[in-house]
């Protein structure tokens, strides 16, 4: 049973940075896609940065140049590292994962498996 657990999410002031990190277990794929999307209260869940199993990386306009995305597969896990954090950056962080290729990963129908998210506020 596929399993990805978020953490590293907490209260930050604007302009400062966070590292949020999702374990995954469960999984034996060779190749995948992981992404983070995040959703504000109110709002639709939207698309944040992803990383194929080649290491090609998406990023949402909003965040390129400020969000990175890596993965560490010896120890199945995907980080964020988020800097120069802003007050519209508070949302819920959510950590997905999907087996195999695609020709697109900024889509929540993209992924099969989410974690449980964890929280991000940036307070000004």
């Known amino acids: 049973q596929v399993q990805l657990v978020e953490s590293g999410g907490r209260l930050v002031q604007a302009g400062g940075s966070l590292r949020l990190s999702c374990a995954a277990s469960g999984w034996t794929w060779t190749r995948y896609r992981m992404g983070w999307f995040r959703q504000a209260p109110g709002k639709e869940r939207q698309f944040v940065a992803a990383?194929?199993?080649?290491?090609?990386?998406t990023y949402a306009d909003s965040v390129k140049g400020r969000f990175t995305i890596s993965t560490d597969s010896a120890k199945n896990m995907v980080s964020l590292q988020m800097d120069s954090l802003k007050p519209e950056d508070t949302a819920i962080y959510y950590c997905?994962?999907?087996?195999?290729?695609?020709?697109?990963?900024?889509?929540?129908?993209?992924?099969?498996?989410w974690g449980q998210g964890t929280q991000v506020t940036v307070s000004s």
């Open positions: 990383i194929t199993w080649s290491g090609i990386t």
């Open positions: 997905a994962g999907r087996p195999g290729t695609s020709l697109t990963n900024t889509r929540v129908n993209d992924y099969d498996y």
